[in-house]
C-alpha cells in the first residue's frame, strides 16, 4: 500500500507563492504518473497538475504558466509550485499517484488565497 503525505499549505495573499509537497512511501514511486488534485468547496475535485514517470508534464488551463509540478524520485517527493496565486485557486489540493492498479491519494492540504 502507497502512502501519500501533502504539506506546504496555507493562508497568502493574492499574487503570492506556496509550494506543496507530496512524500510517497514504497517502491513504486518513480513509476508512477503523480497527479495534484484541488477540491473547492461546493465544487468536484478537479486535475490541477501531472507529471508521468518520464518527467511529462500537463496542467489545466486555469493554472497554466503559473504552476509548476516536478519530482524528485531520490526523495520519492513531488512539488508544486504555485505562483502569482488568485481567490479562485482556494481550495484542498491531493496528491494522487497512479500506477497500474494503484490509485492513492493523501490526506489533502488547504490553500487559502485572500483577496
Known amino acids: 500500500q502507497v502512502q501519500l503525505v501533502e504539506s506546504g499549505g496555507g493562508l497568502v495573499q493574492a499574487g503570492g507563492s506556496l509550494r506543496l509537497s507530496c512524500a510517497a512511501s514504497g517502491s513504486i514511486f518513480s513509476s508512477a504518473t503523480m497527479n495534484w488534485y484541488r477540491q473547492a468547496p461546493g465544487k468536484e475535485r478537479e486535475l490541477v497538475a501531472t507529471i508521468t514517470s518520464r518527467d511529462i508534464t500537463n496542467y489545466a488551463v486555469a493554472v497554466k504558466d503559473r504552476f509548476t509540478i516536478s519530482r524528485d524520485n531520490a526523495k520519492k517527493t513531488i512539488y508544486l509550485q504555485m505562483n502569482s496565486l488568485k481567490p479562485e485557486d482556494t481550495a484542498v489540493y491531493y496528491c494522487?499517484?497512479?500506477?497500474?492498479?494503484?490509485?492513492?491519494w493523501g490526506q489533502g492540504t488547504q490553500v487559502t488565497v485572500s483577496s
Open positions: 494522487n499517484l497512479r500506477l497500474a492498479y494503484y490509485n492513492s
